[in-house]
């Protein structure tokens, strides 16, 4: 039975919450799609057309606090500054809180530090809405489990649904109309030496949102039937890979998977197109570093920048091609970043 | 029945050919597609996966004159330098000629002149096999209609099927397995207000020529199946917009057509990205000028340069735009490049 995100809700928190305390934090890491979330077969619950496949990075994410606030309306900080009421981002916040107030006139005070740029492609509202969530946990004292808070998580954000593991996780499409079946889980599978790098090129914040960007994309490109094929198999065979540490075969299947993604939005209507002309000299940056031996792959998501993959043992081969990389290694203990020290 | 290049010209040219005068020579208009060849289902006869429809610049293209040689190797001289032996583009032009030696030990000399840059994505080659066919019709007296001229030219180039008429010309894939139903001809519409502005961005010849590019695509995009459909409903909409002289859907079709092909070969393996940082730039140059009701669209074939379409009116805004441009009116009265002269 189709529901609304409130029936979604309702029928994981069934008792009016009571804080137990007065405010709530969490951290939550960002999270690198290696098969792409790229499409919805519900807009209102977001439901994915397509399982993906993630990796989550470590120390870099969003910390969040959440607590309750006098006045009448939200107070939303974001990295120290006041969020304004006419942004999409508070709006989008509000919406959110709005399924969660105990009561009609509960006002929430919510703080966000992120150390990744907001809105640039780096899925900063993947962890922006899982440290959301976890904080309201962390204040409501819900008995919900990570699967749970996924299935929570992806109704402010589909990408979020991936945001509550280390390392490598799979957000299943599932098949049921109330999406019950759509969430998150770890493949449980650790690849130390592992990289992720990432190439900032440029990180103001896009034109065009992701969720605007993949519904014209349903909508008016003449491959997406292909698509849901497409991430099938991707899927398959990264599991695989991650299996086997096949990282030729892991790397080669998320670039390729990224790309295709992108191609999907130039053949949109009117084309979205997130690549800067300091994206495609990147990528010829390693497609000529990969022909002359190094096992170097890209991924790039709604935004310019790209997340480099590689393995640990080419960390000074990368550093010396790109000056600027950050290296993320996503399976090494994770530090919470000092932002969230106050918990 | 299959066949082979050397059957198809033997069924079409039936005696063996007694050169009536020294030397033949012939000018032909390069020419654009709106609706893109992308493709083979015959790759030994370059029979097209889909048909295709083309505008012709007018008076740009090539003009060859071919005669005879002393020696044992064929001469081909090429915007006024002699091309080695040693090139593609070389060997590309003798196993063309080895199909019309009237004896074996037949030497031709081949001189062309273009006034377009070479393999740089303005279809260089359609309007030099184009040219060399037309000049071997002159040199050697065929008794051929243009549509047998035109499946003559394919066998050299695909796109060189369309050069043989002004203005608007169609391509049909045909359905037989010997193409003699493939060739191409005039749509007979005039449309004099039209314009193409030539955008060269980089002139330098390609990395990867479009018969390769082609034949990834074909092979390894997720996308291509959906490609056929693609262009035969951009065929409908674009011969319509003709008819109906609506200039805004005849532009968009072919942007949004040109945009497919590219995210087609965006999603193959290894990625073709023919597409500049410059190229971008025009792209959103073209975007933002369109936002502002300019009636301004593009397209791109496999090079970093863009084709400007636009109606006469506009000209000069277009100018102001960009101040690079080489504007073409397809249906203005041709005059002969200086170069053909001599003929």
Not at 3 to 10: D, E, F, P, T
Not at 72 to 88: F, M, R
Request: contains cysteine; glycine residues 6%.
């Amino acid at each position: 039975m189709p529901m609304n995100k409130q029936q979604v809700i309702n029928s994981l928190i069934n008792e009016v919450s009571v804080p137990n305390k007065e405010f709530g934090s969490a951290f939550a890491s960002t999270n690198i799609a290696l098969c792409k979330y790229w499409g919805k077969r519900n807009a209102e619950l977001n439901l994915p057309m397509t399982s993906s496949l993630s990796i989550s990075l470590g120390h870099l994410g969003a910390c969040t606090k959440i607590g309750f606030a006098a006045g009448t309306t939200d107070q939303y900080t974001l990295n120290n500054a006041a969020v304004s009421e006419n942004t999409v981002f508070y709006r989008r916040l509000v919406e959110f809180l709005d399924l969660f107030r105990p009561t009609a006139d509960t006002v929430f005070s919510v703080t966000t530090q992120t150390n990744i740029p907001v809105a640039a492609g780096l899925a900063s509202s993947a962890c922006g809405f899982a440290a959301l969530v976890k904080a309201m946990q962390d204040l409501f004292a819900w008995p919900l489990s990570l699967e749970q808070l996924s299935i929570l998580a992806r109704l402010g954000s589909g990408s979020a649904s991936r945001s509550f593991w280390d390392g490598f996780v799979q957000w299943d499409a599932g098949v049921r109309e109330d999406g019950m079946d759509s969430f998150a889980y770890s493949l449980e599978q650790e690849w130390s030496e592992l990289r992720v790098g990432l190439l900032h090129i440029d990180n103001k914040p896009k034109g065009c949102s992701s969720r605007e960007a993949m519904q014209a994309t349903v909508e008016t490109s003449p491959f997406y039937k292909l698509w849901p094929q497409t991430v099938a198999n991707a899927l398959t065979v990264t599991k695989q890979a991650i299996i086997d540490r096949d990282f030729w075969s892991l790397g080669a299947t998320a670039e390729a998977n990224a790309l295709a993604m992108h191609a999907l939005m130039l053949s949109t209507t009117p084309a979205i197109v997130y690549t800067q002309g300091a994206t495609l000299d990147c990528m010829r940056q390693v497609w000529c570093a990969r022909a002359e031996g190094l096992n170097l792959f890209f991924t790039q998501d709604a935004g310019p920048n790209l997340k480099l993959l590689f393995l640990s043992k080419d960390e000074a081969k990368v550093k010396e091609l790109f000056a600027q990389v950050e290296i993320v290694a996503p399976f090494a203990t994770i530090t919470k970043p000092v932002e969230c020290l106050h918990d």
